[in-house]
């Protein structure tokens, strides 16, 4: 059996899905060329009509019910392999040579019967020299046309030398009138044309195709880099974690009077390092949940109540919101206990971020709002706040890693601007959309909030 994948296909994975899809392009391309040569053999009828000739043109429609045939054949065995697991590249590759073969044949064929030299399908020849050119390797496609016009060039001799019948579709002639200088010089044109184009084709598509593997390689190789590069980052913050968690322990100790009655300035400068101590933790927390997140190739869905982990995180930021004295309200428009299929630790994430932040950049006596809407099978969390809000032209740029809008730097409040890059991470993979508008629902004259809408539908 003669190899039919191409000498320089290194990624085969992608080579059978690249011939698998085009197997089934060129299923429906046929389904229209059906279609197409009912419309020419109508055509033909009318014609005999109005000449008066009495010529059936059943070859042609033959020929129609044939090309119908095989191609609901190659329509059935293409969806049927498609729905295999299995990624066995020589299957598609018989596909596509079968369908090469059947479509010249049944060509060939046609041409014969609507004038040889002088039909219009033999343009056609160029299409599929082109279309075969695209899947078979070189020495393959090549091999299929020279016997195609070995046979071609057979087949006029013939029939300009009365051996075999000849018909015109057209005029209704029985002849071949076409001198032999002629006929020689359109067999050469024939000839050069379908093999130049086979060469010119395949050499770009094999071209194309060789570019493409190696642009796949390498980004396969920068995926790679990528999670050796988040697999490293993870482990050197987790051990930098460990001794800033330690100094934090140890700054509480002594704020809480182990060592003795401390000064107004001792204390003062140990809640400072406290508070850096913590700064430096939550920064560590934040980059191990981006790294985390990137790191996850498929999440965990389980059924999980949205409502009971944002009671949670409400919980967990009840400090913060009273000394702010902040109004924090949830307000859920669903069906009781509502249940999404969801990574939980990811909505813990996302929940807790935009939560944490809204309350982190409200000023004192500010409003946090959090609804909880259905609209049929979609779920949606929106959270308002009465803060510094986002300047307009900063909006595009609230996603990217550690950027902070301007306004929030200014703000003198603590943060590393990975949240909402870790949030959308999060939220895209589990197919949802995230959108932030600010001025906010909330937006009054000197506060213009945000608003975060997500939503478990793009």
Known sequence: MFNLIPAHTKDFEYLYKLVSDRNRWFVKLRYGAVIMLLMFFLYLQFLNLKTGSESPNIGILISLAIVLCYNVVFDIVT???????????????????????????????????????????????VFHAIIGSMIL???????????????????????????????????????????????????????????????????????????????????????????????????????????????????NILLGGITGELSDKVKDILKKSKARADDAIVLTNDILDVSRVKLLEQIKKEPVYLEKIIMQMFESLK????????????????????????????????ISNILSNAVKYTPDNGTVQLQLNEDEDNIGITVSDTGIGIPQDEMKNIYSEFYRASNAKKSNVEGTGLGLATVKRAVEKHGGNIHIKSPGNLADNNNPGTTVFVSNSG
Request: one cysteine or more; proline letters at 3%; a positive charge.
């Open 79 to 125: 969806r049927r392999w498609s729905a295999k697991s299995d990624t066995n590249i020589s299957g598609p590759m018989v596909i596509a040579f079968a369908q090469t073969v059947c479509d010249l044949l049944t060509l060939l064929v046609l041409v014969y019967l609507t004038g040889m030299l002088e039909s219009p399908f033999g343009l056609f020849f």
């Open 137 to 251: 390797p070189g020495r393959i496609i090549k091999a299929i046309f020279t016997i195609l016009l070995i046979s071609f060039s057979a087949l006029v001799v013939l029939v300009n030398y009365g051996t075999l019948p000849f018909y015109d579709v057209f005029t209704g002639d029985m002849q071949l009138k076409m001198p032999l200088s002629k006929t020689i010089v359109y067999l050469i044109a024939y000839w050069v044309m379908l093999l130049m184009s086979v060469k010119f084709a395949n050499s770009l598509a094999s071209a194309h195709f060789r570019r493409e593997q190696e642009l796949n390689e390498a980004l396969r190789k920068i995926e790679t880099a990528e999670l050796e590069k988040q697999n490293y980052v993870m482990a050197v913050v987790h051990e930098i974690k460990s001794p800033i968690a330690a100094i934090s322990s140890y700054l």
């Open 319 to 350: 400090s913060k919101v009273e000394l702010k004295n902040i109004s924090l309200s949830f307000e859920e428009k669903t069906r009781q206990c509502r249940q999404v299929f969801a990574d939980k630790r990811l909505m813990e994430l996302v």
